[in-house]
């Protein structure tokens, strides 16, 4: 797998096992929205603004299912529209579902989400949201893991928890144990702004954000 993106915007990586990660940004507030393909099937990541920016992404190859990391607007502010152009699947976790204008799957813990025969994993994680999900993806053959976090985890720390004590101590709670104690160094995670990072780059800082408390 390459390590870089290929091509300009969308930026674009090929996953072992014939998956296909795009990457574009959308919104005033720069989110990322991530779209798996695997031959006929898509699946979205966020639906996050620009709704005719991320139609004119899944193209003529249709969409199979939207899923929304968590319930703040900025991440499904398009995903009405594009649901209404492609007829696709909404998904988030049940505790977030309430804000969504529409939901036709609510995820829970140890749920997956398929996409062209690709099986990735939702992993819970409490504190930015109550419902927040971070996708994972592991390719085949002993292959690398992908970690898609939303606003769980970024290069540099956790998500914002505005100050509230309880909500920061569930955060790094869940993404240490769920994600740094589960899976290893080489692991690439996608978060909902700005640039990718692997846990082993961010893993010697965890201390120091559970110092900092942000």
Do not use: C
């Amino acid at each position: 797998m390459s390590q870089e993106y290929t091509g300009s915007a969308p930026g674009t990586r090929d996953l072992r096992g014939g998956l296909t990660l795009h990457k574009i940004s959308v919104g005033p507030m720069d989110n990322n929205a991530y779209l798996l393909s695997a031959g006929r099937e898509q699946l979205l990541i966020d639906a996050a603004n620009d709704a005719a920016v991320l139609l004119e992404l899944i193209g003529d190859t249709g969409l199979t299912s939207v899923v929304t990391t968590h319930q703040h607007q900025d991440h499904w502010f398009a995903l009405d529209e594009v649901i209404a152009a492609t007829g696709a699947g909404s998904l988030v976790h049940e505790a977030d579902a309430g804000p969504l204008p529409v939901v036709t799957r609510k995820l829970h813990d140890g749920d997956t989400v398929e996409v062209g025969g690709h099986t990735l994993e939702v992993i819970h994680i409490v504190g930015h949201t109550p419902g927040s999900v971070v996708l994972a993806y592991q390719e085949p053959g002993g292959g690398r893991t992908h970690l898609f976090t939303g606003d769980s985890l970024f290069p540099g720390g956790v998500g914002n928890t505005r100050g509230n004590k309880a909500n920061f101590a569930s955060l790094i709670g869940d993404v240490e144990r769920k994600l740094f104690d589960r899976f290893p160094d080489d692991t690439w995670f996608y978060p909902g702004h700005g640039k990718d990072s692997t846990l082993g780059a961010e893993r010697p800082h965890l201390g120091e954000w559970r110092e900092r408390g942000w």
